[in-house]
């Protein structure tokens, strides 16, 4: 795996959980909210079809990301 790459899905997660968290404050923003999980979603699915994740390292680390996509989603959908 390419660190540009998994620093890229990062980032998007890190983006998707900022605005779940700013929806869940101020009782707003679910479009932006929603359109940063969908782009988290895509840039995890990207990731895990271009690698080839012969690396233990790298499966868990995508584990981490799913893991944190998952938890993610849930709060957005238990805010809805």
């Known amino acids: 795996m390419t660190l540009t790459q998994f620093e890229q899905v990062t980032e998007q997660l890190s983006r ?4 779940v968290e700013r929806m869940q404050e101020n009782q707003t923003g679910y479009a932006e909210a929603q ?8 840039a995890l699915n990207g990731l895990k079809h271009d690698l080839d ?3 233990e ?3 868990k680390e995508i584990q981490r ?16």
């Open 65 to 80: 990301a799913t893991d944190l996509l998952r938890l993610i989603v849930e709060t957005y959908q238990a805010s809805n």
């Open 53 to 55: 994740l012969d690396s």
């Open 35 to 42: 359109q940063q999980v969908k782009i988290a979603e895509e």
């Open 16 to 19: 998707a959980k900022r605005a």
């Open 57 to 59: 390292a790298d499966q």
